[in-house]
């Protein structure tokens, strides 16, 4: 397989700068050249630990591991359902899923079998009390409304992408008091009121370092304070796990203290990387990924001038590849500050995954246009490159689709994460712990 050196950067989590100083030290070897571009055979990059990694994977035992037992679960902030989609695929039942959304809540609805749409709080409330739930439930209003008690006993797991806000510190402790009035404080609510013997908790990459760590630090307080075990949390790369791609996620696992206390933590594994990086040709095109070319949709588009001064950078270029003066005027005031800016302007490879897909494909400060053409992506290429399979239907107006599509876990990461959390349950219940 040959990678380029921008791709090779992504795998290292190293700037393409360091490529091309280290390719002028001797220290890697390209296998062709093309300006300056370089390219290179990964079978030669063993002495990579990430790449022996890739080349020396499981990944193909660990996807075909189904569940034991039916395992029921109940899913937080849901959105379009990438999180839902991946966990459901690997082998979770969703009997509840929270969204707030009307249009999200009716994604859901479209595509969930069987799903019955709850937009009422006495409703929903009055659902959960039943003993048994037969169908899964779309609970369509806010979350802090909700009463999760009549869940407790009756679910296996939980999960959900909470997100990253700053919490109203109140004392020296920084635990679940602190997150008072923050969707994680809701979060957590529910992992009190349900206590699943296991939660998956996902966020951005950000949340590592949020005010310095300590938002994270008041996390990890408040689940030892609710009675749980943290797994030590785990930035996952998308294109490591067949997602044409550059998305970093943060994944947070917790496993009930009465459990965790009898057990090695190492049950637990992260999910291995596939041996391939996939690209924007393999998540628009038949191949590997889809069966199909990616089917026509409706999608945005650029004003004339635009598509004009877009048709003259090249494909994986942006702004700087355009000549001085149509950098001025497409830049404007931006042409005179510093930093890179390299979203401006920006034209997808299909030799390449994908950058991370924002909530709009037409933003100034974080473009995707289209390969070849000089428009962004339509929103069923957008969801290929988030791997939503082509029969899931999107709900709402053309901006409110985009939004939740860039807001989605994509699927086959998902997926993969709930691979590795089956394993987890399926050892727990040959053990006996369940």
Known sequence: MIISDSVLADILSISKRNIASRISKGELTPCSSDGDNHFFTINKLVTHKVIAEMLNSDWKSEITIRPCREFKSVELFAGAGGLAIGLENAGFKHIALNELDKSASRTLKSNISGAELLENIEDINSQLINASIEKPLILNNDISQIDFKPLKDKVDFLSGGFPCQAFSYAGNKHGFEDTRGTLFFEFARAIKEIQPTVFLGENVKGLLNHEGGKTLDTIKNTIEELGYTLIPPKVLKAIFYRVPQKRERLFLVGIKNEIAEKIDLNLFKWPSPCEKIYTVKDGLKAGEL????????????????????????????????????????????????????????????????????????????????????????????????????????????????????????????AERVGNSLISLFNELESLSYL
């Not at 089917?295 to 945005?300: F, T």
């Not at 001085?324 to 490879?349: C, F, I, N, P, V």
């Not at 709900?395 to 860039?406: D, R």
């Open 290 to 413: 889809f069966d199909t070319d990616v089917p026509a949709s409706e999608g945005q588009s650029y004003p004339l001038r635009k598509q004009q001064i877009m048709k003259k950078v090249p494909q994986g270029g942006y702004w700087r590849n355009l000549d001085d003066d149509l950098q001025q005027e497409y830049m404007k005031g931006s042409y005179y500050l510093g930093g890179g800016k390299t979203g401006m302007a920006r034209r997808l490879s299909w030799d390449e995954p994908s950058l991370t897909l924002t909530t709009s494909p037409a933003q100034k400060q974080t473009e995707r246009c289209h390969p070849d053409e000089e428009r962004p992506l339509t929103y069923r290429e957008y969801a290929r490159i988030q791997t939503f399979p082509d029969t899931w239907k999107f709900e709402g107006s053309l901006t409110n689709q985009y939004k939740q599509i860039g807001n989605a876990v994509p699927v086959n990461l």
